[in-house]
């Protein structure tokens, strides 16, 4: 298995620039996280989904952010309009989460850095 | 108050030394707890869960104490390769909720 996906690995734009952020999960994990990353705050858990219906976004901090999840093997984070504050690692996990929860897996990131 | 609390380190350590460190939860009812490893600039990857009654894994034992809310995380005769940060994690009760602390950053010198 490939393992989960995230484009792009490096993303640098502008102040008030609409930023997204990609996803591929891992085939068959019926859960997805979208997590930020700064020194200052650790991790960060923004929004998960559960069967692609987002369970709780009470991470996602402003309007600007914006996660969708339109099947099962897709999701896009959206920072519109994008402000150096929100410049980050942008880390997307899976898993498949019952009974017993399982273990997360994660992408390699995005490096998002807004000047 | 945070929901999971870490000390950030860093904790610099000789090789061979022996190493814990805690990891503090606000939630009682939390009901999952793991540990993960972080390198730097990678992904965050599973070291282990925290059982109950405590589990042990090589040269890691993990510990939780519900009466104290926390868990702990031991490291026998530290390698150089265990230079890394250590992500504890959270779920409350009901949830599938991964809560990660702060992170403790370990060094171990040679």
């Known amino acids: 298995d490939a393992g989960v996906i995230q484009s792009p690995r490096h993303e640098v734009t502008e102040m008030g620039q609409e930023v997204t952020l990609r996803c591929k999960p891992i085939?068959?994990?019926?859960?997805l996280f979208w997590y930020r990353q700064t020194m200052m705050r650790g991790l960060e858990l923004l929004i998960y989904?559960?069967?692609?219906?987002?369970?709780?976004d009470s991470g996602m901090p402003e309007d600007r952010f914006s996660a969708k999840m339109p099947n099962a093997s897709f999701s896009t984070l959206k920072i519109q309009p994008s402000e150096p504050r929100d410049s980050a690692v942008y880390f997307c996990a899976s898993s498949l989460v019952g009974h017993n929860l399982e273990k997360l897996f994660f992408g390699s990131g995005t490096q998002l850095s807004v000047l | 108050r945070k929901e999971v609390e870490q000390d950030p380190g860093p904790f610099n350590v000789p090789e061979g030394a022996t190493v814990a460190f805690n990891c503090t939860y606000s939630?009682?009812?939390?009901?999952?707890f793991f540990w993960y490893r972080q390198d730097c600039r990678k992904e965050p990857k599973l070291l282990m869960s925290v059982y109950s009654s405590g589990n042990e894994d090589g040269r890691f034992t993990a510990q939780l104490n519900r009466a104290s809310q926390y868990i702990s995380l031991l490291i026998r005769d530290s390698k150089l390769s265990d230079s890394a940060t250590y992500l504890c994690?959270?779920?409350?009760?009901?949830?599938?909720?991964?809560?990660f602390g702060t992170g403790t950053r370990l060094k171990v010198l040679a």
């Open positions: 939630n009682s009812a939390s009901q999952s």
């Open positions: 085939s068959g994990h019926n859960s």
């Open positions: 994690v959270v779920i409350p009760s009901g949830t599938y909720k991964y809560i």
């Open positions: 989904f559960n069967n692609n219906v987002p369970i709780d």
